[in-house]
């Protein structure tokens, strides 16, 4: 009917070109702008009330910072007058363009922009398989989700190509701002329900019974007494855990069935915050035990998931220095009479206790801590021992252009020269931790050193050259240092004694007896010798001696390694028990 009236405009034009045609066929003509006064005004003023109400959300749910702060504003009754005016302004100002049409087809896009990503939500809550997300829709499933998504997307398309893709890179970019600028809240993230939906998943592939020496990597549990006296090994093995495992361990000793509560469910914040403030990859555990012994085997034990086990336990030194407290050089950490005065939040501070006074006890004793090391080896975990790391500036260290940065590693067994082997499964183990953190972007300016130590009367050639060639296997770049220590040796027990008429010399093997005889002047030359050869090294890497088996011999071991490891500077003593290097493709 409408075309046998109007034959001059086809179907394509005639809304276009005549917009009151509904007046000469309907009954009453003002019915038609009845009508259209009714419809505009009703959509008008929801749409006006609804995204006043939005905007107040915002603002008062502080997304977008003080940005929004005068849309706060409400009436005694509750009313966000202030929300409806900027409201009203913004749409005076769309209103200003003079094309009704162009507004309407900006509008209707982002209303299927709306309705996708409402799709979407609705698919992210379903593929994270969050068990309270049931939807009350009978004939829900994903696949409802995506046609909905591709439907919207293709209407937007067809309505105008360039108007969809400017709000669909509005969109993106209001999510970035979002994501990098709105505070945190309490309303919960779907990103952490997909986390955990595929972290999940890939741990149950990750199978340990596929694990090989090509693909190791070092999967680290430093024990943290107080994380106030260990800031800078904190973020050193940050550096050597190579995209492995990296787990913060601390034992609170006590016994829970005399507490009332679990008291280490208070401190997570705490540690979290550290973990945040001083910028490492590394995930937090916390165990009560009666003593410290039994804490690091509980974290030992039961650290970690799946395939995701630590493989690599560090300890701090056990030595009479006193702990400096290293949080002060933190800004989120440090409390003085300014940051209180301006409102600064210090809740953080009381949670660490104080740092330990040289003359205060304790929390283990000397054997016991020698007996963690032990435990250690016992359940095939490689042990490292950390002295000195208080004294490591990285910023101060790369900064000096005086003197060249070098990592110097020192493989062979201290407490055994007659043993002279840079090839076990402890002195490669010690060569990969040093690779690996010269590896590190921040170290890669540091040069690594390699010391070779013969003695007179050895084929000083053939051993540089064998050292080389296994160098070059490994595909680890390093220079090599050649020691001649005849001097240090000569100190050493078995170079003084003279073996009896029928010993085979196996006495030598003896670890016990090895331990008792070694005598203070060989561990002091062996000092003096590693101090001669660099007064400025980074770090140095050295052979730590698997510990006597014999407990009355524990605390003479302790005190072998802190005076062969005296005024070293940052110093990492390694034990390696797993095989970390293949010279296979």
Not at 93 to 120: E, M, P
Not at 155 to 177: E, G, K, N, Q
Not at 459 to 482: A, D, P, W, Y
Request: hydrophobic content about 45%; aromatic content about 10%.
């Amino acid at each position: 009917m409408v075309e046998l009236r109007y034959p001059t405009f086809s179907k394509g034009l005639l809304l276009q070109k005549d917009y009151d045609f509904l007046k000469d066929i309907n009954v009453w003509h003002p019915f038609v702008i009845i009508g259209v006064y009714s419809s505009t005004l009703s959509a008008a003023m929801s749409n006006l009330i609804g995204a006043s109400r939005i905007l107040y959300a915002l603002a008062k749910d502080d997304i977008f910072g003080k940005l929004l702060m005068p849309a706060k504003k409400t009436s005694r009754g509750g009313n966000p007058w202030a929300a409806v005016l900027i409201s009203w302004l913004l749409v005076q100002l769309v209103l200003f363009t003079g094309k009704l049409n162009t507004i309407a087809g900006i509008v209707t896009i982002f209303f299927l922009l709306v309705y996708a990503f409402v799709d979407l939500a609705c698919l992210a809550l379903e593929w994270a398989s969050a068990p309270n997300f049931r939807p009350t829709f009978r004939y829900f499933t994903w696949h409802t989700c995506v046609l909905g998504i591709i439907g919207c997307g293709i209407m937007m398309f067809l309505i105008s190509p360039i108007y969809a893709s400017c709000s669909v890179a509005f969109m993106l970019i209001l999510l970035l701002v979002l994501h990098y600028v709105s505070p945190s809240s309490s309303w919960g993230y779907i990103s952490q329900a997909l986390i955990f939906h595929q972290v999940r998943k890939y741990l149950l592939m990750l199978d340990v019974r596929k694990d090989h020496v090509k693909f190791w990597r070092p999967q680290i549990l430093l024990m943290v007494a107080n994380p106030r006296t260990c800031t800078q090994l904190i973020s050193f093995t940050n550096d050597l855990k190579k995209s492995g495992l990296y787990v913060l361990g601390h034992v609170q000793k006590g016994n829970l069935d005399e507490m009332p509560s679990d008291p280490l469910q208070a401190q997570y914040d705490s540690w979290l915050s550290l973990v945040d403030a001083l910028n490492v990859k590394s995930f937090v555990s916390l165990t009560l035990s009666d003593s410290v012994r039994h804490g690091v085997q509980h974290l030992l034990f039961i650290s970690g998931l799946g395939g995701m086990r630590p493989n690599t336990l560090i300890l701090g030194f056990y030595d009479d220095c006193a702990p400096e407290d290293g949080l002060e050089q933190i800004p989120a950490f440090s409390c003085n009479r300014s940051s209180i005065t301006s409102g600064q939040d210090c809740n953080l501070q009381p949670n660490f206790p104080p740092a330990r006074d040289a003359s205060s006890s304790k929390a283990l004793s000397g054997k016991e801590y020698v007996a963690i090391i032990s435990d250690s080896i016992k359940m095939l975990k490689n042990v490292c021992l950390a002295r000195y790391f208080c004294q490591l500036n990285k910023a101060e260290l790369f900064g000096c252009k005086n003197y060249e940065v070098s990592i110097d590693v020192w493989p062979l067994n201290p407490l055994r020269p007659d043993s002279a082997n840079y090839v076990d499964t402890c002195s490669l183990f010690l060569l990969q931790m040093a690779c690996i953190l010269n590896m590190v972007r921040s170290w890669r300016s540091a040069k690594l050193r390699i010391f070779l130590c013969v003695e007179s009367g050895n084929s000083v050639g053939e051993q540089e050259k064998k050292l080389k060639q296994l160098l070059r296997q490994l595909r680890i770049k390093g220079s090599i240092k050649t020691l001649h220590w005849d001097s240090v040796t000569a100190l050493h027990w078995h170079k003084q004694m003279v073996p009896e008429d029928g010993c085979d010399g196996s006495f030598a093997n003896n670890f016990p007896s090895n331990a008792m005889r070694i005598s203070d002047d060989y561990l002091m030359a062996v000092n003096r010798m590693i101090l001669e050869q660099s007064a400025h090294p980074a770090i140095r890497f050295l052979y730590l001696p698997r510990p006597p088996a014999n407990i009355a011999l524990h605390e003479r071991y302790l005190e072998q390694l802190d005076i062969m490891t005296k005024n070293l500077g940052p110093t990492l003593l390694i034990h390696g028990i797993s095989a970390v290097t293949s010279i296979d493709l």
